[in-house]
């Protein structure tokens, strides 16, 4: 199994600012994914973190309004830009291994002013 | 990948009482998976049932997987006030990505 730190747990921002949020995995991962769980939702992929290129966007997401980095195998960052109140949610970042299965962070509770 | 939809939409019990929930899904799959949320917090993976798999056990929790039906069952016995949390299955497929469907709120009464 895998141990995801996440970081920050939570935040409040400014409405146009931006929020960047660590995930840290304590073992090599084959893959990293970032999710939104806006509020009472279930979870939404937004993009596959790969390593050292761009990451893999989801329908509905983009680069401009999501960045992500993965420098190497066990960590990666998500900022959310030119945050708005819709843009309040939980974030989450998992690690994948050959197995399917996905190990989670605690999440990133967002609030926007 | 494509997104399991789980039945109920809530369950309430009482602590000690079992807990079944349902999960279809529409086209085949490798595996499928089921993870627990407590509370807004992140999803911890419960157990993955292989697709030439029909029953699998883990702790207090039995998984059923029909792949003739494209459904499978979560079975909690003897439920504790800790398994309050929303359940999600997950059907896989060919990729490594995994789709979340609105899940089954469980309940469990003191």
């Known amino acids: 199994s895998a141990v995801i730190s996440q970081k920050p747990s939570r935040d409040i921002c400014q409405r146009g600012t931006s929020l960047t949020i660590q995930c840290q995995v304590d073992?090599?991962?084959?893959?990293m994914f970032w999710y939104r769980q806006q509020p009472g939702q279930s979870l939404t992929l937004i993009a596959t973190?790969?390593?050292?290129?761009?990451?893999?966007?989801e329908s509905g997401f983009v680069i401009d309004k999501f960045p992500i980095s993965r420098p190497n195998l066990t960590f990666s960052t998500l900022t959310v830009s030119n945050l708005s109140p819709e843009d309040s949610s939980i974030y989450l970042c998992?690690?994948?291994?050959?197995?399917?299965?996905?190990?989670f962070g605690a999440g990133t509770r967002l609030s926007v002013l | 990948s494509q997104q399991g939809e789980e039945d109920p939409q809530a369950l309430s019990i009482q602590e000690g009482e079992n807990a079944t929930m349902n999960c279809s899904y529409k086209?085949?799959?490798?595996?499928l998976q089921w993870y627990r949320q407590n509370s807004g917090r992140g999803l911890v993976h419960l157990i993955l049932?292989?697709?030439?798999?029909r029953e699998k056990h883990s702790g207090r929790l039995r998984v059923t997987l029909d792949t003739s039906k494209k459904s499978s069952s979560l079975l909690i016995t003897a439920s504790r006030a800790a398994d309050t949390a929303s359940y999600f299955c997950a059907p896989c497929s060919n990729d490594y990505k995994l789709s979340f469907g609105a899940g089954t709120t469980v309940t469990v009464r003191a």
């Open positions: 998992s690690g994948g291994t050959g197995t399917n299965i996905q190990y």
């Open positions: 049932i292989r697709s030439n798999e």
């Open positions: 073992s090599q991962v084959t893959m």
């Open positions: 973190a790969n390593q050292g290129s761009e990451a893999t966007y």
């Open positions: 086209t085949s799959i490798n595996n």
